[in-house]
């Protein structure tokens, strides 16, 4: 007993490591794009997020102002100027794209016979011996210490983006129908393939098992040109339809395991009291069932929020129609590489499911567990 209790304690301990290491695993990236959010595009292209709060070295390059512009000072020719601003601190500079950090600031580089020099707080000077010409200035190769700075222009930019309401309202015009319609219709067929008797239940049971492992994208186009026939392409219907075909398999599998662990005794009892199979579903089914009702609600409402590829394929680009994955994608451009929009972006369109998510997390875990204990 002394061995099967020390097992015991090690196994328990090995479970809770690997659950936090986990939870570590997840919350990791989170907090990391969280941060980022926060910070322009400059710093996060120069260091991690890991070292926001810390001041960061960054390396510039800048052109000085062109040699036209040099005002006479005694016998020489002189353009002043900043190369760093926000209270940066310059650390080092040179003039030569091969040798960056080549002077300390306030050092003069002489650059074919011109000196030049840069300041520890940005300021640099060039002196010329003789009246220049031309309208290209020289490159300077500053390094700067960037203090910790955080911004809300991400956000700004995200949710004062034209069009942005529009998304969000289209989002939610998706996302309810899409939620609330597959839920109807697999809560009516889990209670017919758990409770009722007919011809052919177990091999439809077996297909929606079945249509669980299916390919979405297998679907897509054949489901388009249907819909194109019927005439309910690029329309708010068709994508309801959509996904509801996409998600009932998995609402009819949760809640016919749930339905079908409901206590036997309550069922017959109702039958034998007359009441039909729809007053059974109605008055006791369903207000057992809410646990399960609710934790696909969440799967479902988290899958149509954030989805955009069956937006785009049965909704397309219209302006007046466009969801908020659409919409963050155009504001991030074609490339892609505004990773402080796309940061921002990120929480903004995450604020409605997580919304969703703690105020139905308690019916999660009981729903997920349909049927796997039955009763004596």
Excluded at 343 to 350: E, N
């Amino acid at each position: 007993m002394d061995g099967m209790a020390g097992t015991s304690s090690r196994v328990t301990w090995a479970v809770n490591l690997s659950a936090f290491i986990l939870v570590v695993l997840w919350v990791l990236p989170t907090v990391g794009l969280l941060i980022s959010s926060f910070r322009d595009r400059d710093q996060i292209s120069a260091s991690g997020w890991w070292t926001a709060l810390s001041a960061s070295e960054q390396n510039i390059q800048i052109r000085a102002a062109a040699p036209d512009e040099a005002q006479p000072e005694g016998s020489l020719w002189v353009i002043e100027g900043e190369v760093a601003e926000g209270g940066r601190e310059v650390t080092a500079f040179g003039v030569n794209s091969r040798r960056p950090v080549e002077f300390a600031p306030g050092e003069v580089a002489d650059r074919n016979g011109v000196a030049v020099t840069v300041t520890d707080t940005g300021a640099y000077r060039i002196a010329y011996p003789e009246k220049p010409e031309g309208s290209r200035g020289l490159r300077l190769f500053v390094t700067t210490v960037e203090p910790p700075r955080f911004t809300l222009e991400n956000y700004e930019t995200v949710l004062f983006s034209e069009g942005i309401g529009r998304s969000f309202l289209n989002t939610f015009t998706v996302t309810i129908p899409a939620t609330v319609i597959p839920i109807l219709i697999a809560a009516f067929a889990a209670y017919a393939l758990a409770w009722m008797e007919f011809p052919g239940r177990a091999l439809l049971i077996a297909v929606v098992v079945g249509l669980l492992v299916v390919p979405l994208q297998m679907a897509l186009i054949p489901l388009l040109k249907l819909h194109n026939s019927i005439g309910i392409g690029k329309a708010y219907f068709g994508i309801w339809m959509a996904h509801t075909g996409f998600g009932l398999p998995l609402a009819i599998y949760l809640l016919r395991n749930y339905i079908a662990g409901l206590p036997k005794e309550v069922i017959e009892s109702a039958r034998v009291d007359g009441a039909t199979d729809f007053d059974i579903f109605r008055r006791i089914v369903l207000p057992l069932s809410f646990p399960a009702l609710a934790s696909f609600a969440i799967f479902q409402f988290l899958w149509v929020w954030n989805d955009l590829l069956i937006a785009t394929v049965f909704l397309g680009n219209n302006e007046d129609q466009l969801v908020m994955t659409g919409r963050l994608r155009e504001l991030l451009g074609s490339r892609g590489g505004d990773w402080e929009i796309l940061a921002a972006s990120a929480f903004v369109s995450i604020a409605v499911p997580i919304l969703v998510f703690f105020s139905m997390q308690r019916y999660l875990v009981r729903g997920l567990l349909a049927g796997s204990v039955k009763g004596g």
